[in-house]
């Protein structure tokens, strides 16, 4: 992607220029971020996906004041799945259904959330879909991560504020702001696209029925559990490592049994330094952390037909090869993640398997100058459905 290039899908502004300006820093309204959107996939499809085991998927109810004194309305929120009869009546009002990852289980939603690959691939999550009656929405509120609130049928007012309150309504089942006060409104069309950065306030309303709107998500990792997954890995390196036992010749007898011997402090010490002696292990150990697929993403193996390595070559060398759409792969100067996993790589191979990371795809004359080592490794990720040969033209 050229990143100096103005882009519709950023209101004629270039993705550097995007990020340098608004990126987790102010909103932006970008009309006819994709001009003549239409759904890419119906509603009949989204209840389908809302009603599969291997899809998150949330129905949040509002229940509307029955007065006018009383200010708050109730809200009830279930999980899915939900069979088609589980969910309210269209033409019930104020509800709505999210459907979370579809970008993992359709093509056309994927290849909508590439084109947000200005941001690097570690920190784009998903691509959420929800689902409106008029009226529906899921109240005030802020998220913790950038989003772009894409309408794709419908109309939706979005109404937004810098608010430094984020106080939450207490013992609602969804983080609902307190006192929302709303400083910028707008209704948005098929096509119209909002940014907001994390901890924006945040109420989009639908107007009318059959209101869809595309959440494209982030994702940042939160410190601690950064350390604590990293450290997790780096504890199973060290399980591996050679038995090193405390030693104490220089033990003087003691009058305080109870005390710790210092040098067993320093012994403690030595043996956190050595979990980090390998100065690759925390890249090693971020790179397979960031690639980790989701808990509900599996891949389907190929079956013993397919999986003919002589033929899967044979077809790889004329169409080349194209990663799954739930596959993640990344790299740093030394590494190819792929799905939790870490290679080492150097030369013509690791130049080719960082343009398979980037382009999530190869040529078939690409594949044909890689070593048969890289090869055979892809073959594999092949039969494992992480890679797939790409569809002949
Ligand atoms: C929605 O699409 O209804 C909610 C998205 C959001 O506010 O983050
Ligand atoms: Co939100």
Request: aromatic share 8%; glycine share 6%.
């Amino acid at each position: 992607m050229d990143i100096t290039h103005a882009l519709p899908l950023l209101g004629g502004m270039s993705p550097e220029r995007f990020m340098k300006q608004y990126w987790q820093k102010k909103p932006l309204l970008i009309r006819q971020a994709i001009p003549g959107m239409k759904p890419l996939l119906d509603r009949a499809a989204l209840f389908d996906l809302a009603a599969s085991q291997e899809v998150e998927s949330r129905l949040i109810e509002q229940v509307l004041p029955a007065k006018k004194a009383q200010r708050q309305s109730t809200w009830r929120m279930r999980h899915g799945p939900f069979e088609r009869r589980a969910l309210p009546a269209l033409k019930q009002a104020a509800w709505t259904l999210l459907v979370q990852g579809v970008n993992l289980h359709h093509d056309a939603v994927d290849a909508l959330m590439q084109q947000f690959r200005f941001v690097p691939d570690a920190r784009l999550d998903d691509v959420m879909i929800s689902y409106a009656s008029e009226g529906g929405g899921v109240g005030p509120h802020f998220d913790s991560y950038d989003v772009f609130l894409l309408q794709a049928h419908g109309q939706r007012r979005w109404q937004i504020a810098a608010q430094k309150d984020l106080s939450l309504q207490e013992g609602a089942p969804l983080k609902i702001l307190a006192n929302f006060e709303p400083e910028q409104t707008w209704v948005l069309e098929p096509g119209d696209m909002l940014y907001l950065p994390p901890r924006y306030a945040h109420d989009g309303v639908a107007m009318t029925g059959d209101c869809m709107t595309y959440s494209v998500g982030f994702r940042a990792p939160k410190q601690a559990e950064l350390g604590q997954e990293i450290l997790q890995r780096l504890a199973e390196d060290l399980s591996d490592a050679p038995e090193l036992l405390y030693k104490d010749r220089q033990q003087s007898a003691v009058t305080e049994p109870a005390r710790l011997p210092e040098g067993l402090t320093a012994f403690a010490h030595q043996a956190l330094q050595a979990a980090l002696k390998d100065p690759l292990a925390l890249q090693r150990s971020l790179g397979e952390y960031l690639t980790e697929p989701k808990a509900q993403v599996w891949f389907e193996e190929l079956d013993d037909d397919e999986a003919d390595d002589h033929s899967l070559s044979e077809l790889a060398n004329t169409q080349g090869v194209t990663l799954d759409r739930r596959t993640r792969m990344m790299f740093d100067d030394r590494h190819v993640f792929i799905n939790g996993e870490s290679y080492l790589a150097g030369g013509r191979d690791a130049r080719l398997m960082r343009q398979l990371a980037n382009d999530r795809a190869l040529s078939g004359k690409d594949w044909r100058t890689a070593s048969s080592a890289a090869q055979e490794l892809m073959l594999d990720w092949c039969l494992r459905g992480w890679l797939r040969v790409s569809s002949g033209s």
